[in-house]
């Protein structure tokens, strides 16, 4: 079992900035992708931000230039630095861990989601 704990939401002026983190602590073999996923009123969930173990990243058009994501990949943790924030970036930020949870056949994965933390940009 995955456990996510997530951290850094809030509530900041346009213009300003923000980080949140994310921890995975469980039983597991590996972590493959670390991202981050939001919803705001109204809307589906869609990416903001993933970084897979091979170092690539995927953004959001909205959030290219302003967000930047990061992986601690010995302590299995995953952070987004939002800058520049705007109030169309409030949402439900929520943390997205998938990989595979034993090395034996048939290798089952897993796709654990945090709890979600609030972020509200005002303008």
């Known amino acids: 079992q995955v456990h996510l704990v997530e951290s850094g939401g809030g509530l900041v002026q346009a213009g300003g900035s923000l980080t949140l983190s994310c921890a995975a602590s469980g039983t597991f073999f590996n972590i493959d992708v670390m991202g981050w996923y939001r919803q705001a009123p109204g809307k589906q969930r869609e990416l903001v931000a993933t970084k897979a173990s091979d170092g690539t990243t995927n953004y959001a058009d909205s959030v290219k230039g302003r967000f930047t994501i990061s992986r601690d990949y010995g302590k299995n943790t995953v952070s987004l630095q939002m800058n520049s924030l705007k109030p169309e970036d409030t949402a439900v930020y929520s943390c997205?861990?998938?990989?595979?949870?034993?090395?034996?056949?048939?290798?089952?994965?897993?796709?654990?989601w945090g709890q979600g933390t609030q972020v509200t940009v005002s303008s």
């Open positions: 997205n861990v998938r990989g595979t949870l034993v090395s034996s056949l048939p290798r089952p994965s897993f796709s654990s």
